[in-house]
């Protein structure tokens, strides 16, 4: 299966710049997808297919990469960004997700 | 609207088994792959499988093959997971979640605590 290594966690102060990035054990082209998971709740697209912006995203979102190594910035931070952020690659079966970065605003 | 509306917790015994349910409305259910995902508390998310709602058609993780069955009914827009001999492993929240073109999940029922105790 494709392994997807996300870094456990980071702390930024509102109004910052934060990359949070994700790393592929092979290709996936340009088939990886960024999630936000707040405790409690659903999982909730933010990008699609590297850097497309889902519905209703703000655009502070931004993703970028492909091949192998991926990023999703978000510029500025906001408190409401607290969350885990989950990477997710559809090019290789199965399909498979990251363990999660935990996002603390300071 | 797209919405997908879970079965509530349930609360299982080890060696049972429990049918999870998601009722969808807002979109047309036979053009659209439903998915389900397992996540245990506090870890990953994991691909369990996926099921065309147009034809019943479906596709698993390896991994879960033998513990999970998809269906769905396509008159009541619902698709519904089976899970077999459980175990203490298999407690864990469990999401349907519509799949788009690409793989991507875009819409994601409030998820269902499974507790096997």
Same mark, same amino acid.
């Given at each position: ?106 | ?11 299982? *015994?080890?060696?049972?088994? %429990?049918?999870? #349910?998601?009722? &969808?409305?807002?979109?047309?259910? /036979? ?35 033998? *513990?999970?069955?998809?269906? %769905?009914?396509? #008159?009541?827009? &619902?698709?519904?997971?089976?899970? /077999? ?33």
């Amino acid at each position: 299966d494709t392994v997807l290594t996300q870094s456990p966690a980071l702390a930024v102060s509102p109004g910052e710049r934060v990359s949070i990035s994700c790393r592929a054990s092979e290709g996936v082209n340009s088939y990886m997808h960024w999630y936000q998971q707040k405790p409690g709740q659903q999982p909730k697209l933010l990008i699609y297919k590297a850097s497309n912006l889902a519905s209703g995203v703000p655009a502070r979102f931004s993703g970028s990469g492909s091949g192998t190594d991926f990023t999703l910035t978000i510029d500025p931070v906001e408190a409401d960004d607290t969350a885990t952020y989950f990477c997710q690659q559809t090019w290789n079966d199965p399909l498979t997700f990251g363990s999660g970065t935990k996002l603390e605003i300071k | 609207e797209v919405q997908l509306q879970q079965s509530g917790a349930e609360l299982v *015994k080890p060696g049972a088994s %429990v049918k999870l #349910s998601c009722k &969808t409305s807002g979109y047309t259910f /036979s053009n659209y792959y439903m998915s389900w995902l397992k996540q245990m508390p506090g870890q990953n998310i994991e691909w369990i499988g996926n099921i065309f709602g147009g034809n019943g058609g479906a596709g698993y993780n390896q991994k879960f093959k033998g *513990k999970a069955t998809l269906t %769905v009914d396509k #008159s009541s827009s &619902t698709a519904y997971m089976d899970l /077999s001999s459980l175990t203490s492993e298999d407690s864990a929240v469990y999401f349907c979640a519509r799949r788009g073109n690409w793989g991507y999940f875009d819409y994601w029922g409030q998820g269902v605590m499974v507790t096997v105790s």
